[in-house]
């Protein structure tokens, strides 16, 4: 745990691990910062004293809890252990069992095996947990998607609980979003970490992107991230730090848009500069943009918008070649660059307000669109820098379905990426 993040320990029998991997991904994918040997110790490097190192630097323990597991004496005594000691030591930390058998037969079965007298020490069934395994028939075994799923997002929970007794009252919550990786995320300080890098995998070198069933998934823990944050955290300010895909970061701004009541800053993690703003909208800043601002074409080929919004590269003619090749249902296409010309640098300097000014400019072409009578879906092309696309889509409330779409270099084009809705 060198990079600082409070991690969760993951505890389990290898018995179960076929289960104990999609639990992990679900955990990932809400946030929660994790601990497991799959990843975190190098081949044949299970030893006690690793174990033991991670267990004191840990937020908190997941325990995966099956007649296996409780058959393991690593999870049974050391692991469990671990856990204990921990809890004497700070109140706050959580330990949350997830059982996949009915508590009463994991609790028989550790009780069993059990090597000291204190039998009630082996109870993890006091600890607020949660049963899966109990669809479609109750037999106890095969878990489905779903229901680790949840499980995943009430050890999100039993975190942010944790994260919120160790914090002082008006600390800001930092999560910092990655799809390769997050290399650099490393140098900051994170609360929770959205760590989608298995579902953009990069194998083959091709960058693969996700198909629309695993972006449904993503969004679905992206809700339940939002949730648990408006449930369990005691502030409203949250930061994020993206290391991602353009659509990984609008899809999170999206999902902690103005309306939800979450007041969002971002920091660029390479800079280090942060883009703060108000909670309210503001005045929009036109003549950042080339004139005329969002030049417009009417295409006259449906009733939907294109726009495409170019700041670290020019993108106009990929984007009137996308509205073509695909033959989108756009009646007009919106335009939008920086008026001193694209490039990576285009957006140095800029303080939040100002962010949020040349955010709001596009936020207002669309809106004006949208009055005009353009009914159907936006389909929105973005090349600049991550916070921005962040901030951007924070903004995109009461504007209608927003269809995003990702580079990828394998088609030297746009590819449809995450949806955004606001029902």
Same mark, same amino acid.
């Given at each position: 745990?060198?990079?600082?993040?409070?991690?969760?320990?993951l505890s389990y029998s290898a018995e179960d691990l076929a289960e104990?991997?999609?639990?992990?991904?679900?955990?990932?994918?809400?946030?929660?910062?994790?601990?497991?040997? $799959?990843?975190?110790?190098p081949r044949g490097q299970r030893t006690e004293k690793s174990l033991q190192e991670a267990a004191d630097q840990a937020a908190g323990f997941a325990f995966y809890l099956t007649e296996s597991a409780a058959r393991s004496e690593w999870v049974r005594e050391k692991e469990r252990s671990y856990a204990l000691q921990n809890a004497a030591r700070d109140e706050s930390f959580g330990i949350f069992p997830i059982f996949r058998d009915d508590l009463r037969s994991v609790r028989e079965a550790m009780q069993a095996e059990a090597a000291g007298s204190d039998l009630d020490a082996y109870d993890l069934g006091r600890f607020h947990g949660y049963v899966v395994g109990t669809e479609p028939s109750g037999s106890g075994r095969a878990p489905g998607p779903g229901e680790l799923a949840t499980a995943s997002g009430e050890v999100l929970r039993e975190l942010l609980r944790t994260l919120r007794e160790r914090s002082p009252t008006g600390s800001t919550l930092r999560i910092g979003a990655c799809t390769r990786g997050g290399a650099a995320l490393a140098a900051h300080s994170l609360d929770l970490l959205v760590d989608w890098t298995q579902d953009f995998p990069d194998e083959d070198g091709r960058g693969d992107l996700?198909?629309?069933?695993?972006?449904? =998934?993503? @969004?679905?823990?992206?809700? #339940? !991230?939002?949730?648990?944050?408006? $449930?369990?955290?005691?502030?409203?300010?949250?930061?994020?730090?993206? %290391?991602?895909? *353009?659509?990984?970061?609008?899809?999170?701004g999206f999902c902690f848009r103005r309306n939800t009541g979450i007041t969002l800053e971002?920091?660029?993690?390479?800079?280090?500069?942060?883009?703060?703003?108000?909670? @309210?909208?503001? #005045?929009?800043?036109?003549d950042w943009w080339a004139e005329p601002a969002g030049t417009e074409e009417v295409l006259g080929k449906g009733d939907g918008l294109a726009v495409s919004i170019g700041i670290s590269r020019g993108i106009a003619p990929i984007a009137k070649r996308l509205i073509d090749d695909r033959g989108l249902a756009v009646e007009k296409?919106? #335009?939008?660059?920086?008026?001193a010309g694209a490039s990576t640098s285009a957006m140095n300097g800029l303080t939040g307000p100002e962010a949020h000014q040349i955010a709001q400019t596009i936020i207002g072409a669309i809106a004006r669109e949208r009055a005009s009578g353009v009914a159907g879906p936006v389909h929105l092309l973005f090349a600049g820098p991550a916070p921005f696309a962040v901030l951007?889509? @924070? @903004? !995109? #409330?009461? *504007?209608?379905?927003? %269809?995003?779409? =990702?580079w990828k270099d394998a088609e030297r084009g746009y590819v449809p990426s995450f949806v955004l809705r606001s029902s």
């Open positions: 745990m060198a990079d600082g993040h409070p991690r969760v320990f104990v991997q999609v639990l992990a991904a679900e955990l990932r994918r809400r946030g929660v910062p994790l601990w497991w040997d $799959k990843t975190d110790l996700p198909n629309s069933t695993v972006v449904r =998934e993503l @969004q679905d823990a992206l809700a #339940s !991230l939002r949730d648990a944050i408006r $449930k369990e955290w005691r502030e409203t300010r949250i930061r994020i730090i993206p %290391q991602c895909h *353009l659509t990984m970061a609008m899809a999170l971002v920091l660029e993690p390479h800079a280090g500069v942060v883009w703060d703003g108000p909670h @309210q909208p503001m #005045s929009a800043m036109d296409w919106l #335009s939008f660059e920086p008026a951007l889509a @924070q @903004q !995109l #409330s009461n *504007l209608g379905t927003i %269809q995003t779409y =990702e």
